[in-house]
Every structure is written in C-alpha cells, then in structure tokens.
C-alpha cells in the first residue's frame, strides 16, 4: 500500500498571460542575470526583465510531477532575441513537457556531444523534451511568449554547463524574421 504524501489540490492556470491562482512561486530574471549568454556583452539596461517563471510547489521528488508557467518578453539584446537561461537537468535522463499558451517562440534543445533541434512553440504547440536534451525558449515575436511546463520532479536545473558552453545555435533577428545560426561563443 502506497501512503499518499501529498493532498490533491486545484490551481486555476489563465490560458493566455499564464498566471497562476493561487500565485504560484515566482522567479524573475533580468538581462543582469544572464551576463555572457548573448552575444553583446554590454547591455543598455541590466534590470530590464526577461522573463518570469511561476512554479507549483511540489516536493523535487521522482515522485511528482513539477508544473511552471513561463512568461518570456519580447526583446533584443543587440540583434539576438530575449531568451530564457536554459538548463539540462541535473539528473541527466529525465524529461519535460511544453505546452504552447500565448506569443511566438522557438525552442533550442541541444545534447552534451553538441546535437541541436530548433521547434516552434506557441498556442497549442506541445513540445516533447526528451531527457538529455538542454532546453532554452526564444521569444521571436512581440507579445510575451507563454507556455506551461511539465517536468519529473527531481529533475533539477544544471546551469552550469550551459554558463561554460552555451548553445550550439542562436536565434538572431533577420530581415525576413528569425534565423537560428552557429553560436560562435559555443565551447564544446
Ligand atoms: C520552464 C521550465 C522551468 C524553467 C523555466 C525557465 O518553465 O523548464 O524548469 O526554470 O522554463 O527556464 P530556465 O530555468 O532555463 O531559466
Ligand atoms: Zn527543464
């Protein structure tokens, strides 16, 4: 017999700005958090916000299933749109789920040996991340991009890799709308 550890609960997820309610935990990145990521190092404005992620609080555990919402804003950082860190997961083969809400994204997804796949993501788009693949979303429209996130729960966020490797591609802005190109601060 399984003793259950948690209560079931209900939260009410608005579809098109992703708020959570009851307001879930937010964590609020600005361009000053994401120092060596784009391309131009120098940025005019350091607090201008990237982007939110509100989180369901469940425990991290294999267990549960961790649930967020992300708003990303529309931006550029020189010519390379407002994206989020990106992260593989800390235990390496555990997976995530986007489901598109609002606005107009790519998603990045790369392997440790150097592997890139650029999708789509927005209004009833569902990504499918399979474990081993870093992810990062790209905002490449002018609305906030909004999307629900669905992960094993003790997947936890490696960052590290990422500060130290970056992206094998970036999304840069074109004249005839995003290009994804080679990320030439990549170090394998
Ligand atoms: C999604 C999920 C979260 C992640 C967030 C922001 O909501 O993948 O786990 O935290 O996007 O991305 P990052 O953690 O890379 O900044
Ligand atoms: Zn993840």
Redesign the pocket.
Known sequence: MVKPSLEPFTVFLDLESGHLDPAGLAVERRLVDMEGMYQQEEVADGDQLVYRVYMVPVPEQNSEISCSTTILEPGLVGEEYFMTKG?F?QVRDRS?VYIGLSGYGLLVMATEDGGDVTQPIERGSMNYVPGGWA?RTVNVGDTPLVFFAA?VGD?G?DYTTIERSGFPVAVLRGEDGPRVVPNPKYRR
């Open positions: 992260h997961h995530e992810h992960y997947a966020h």
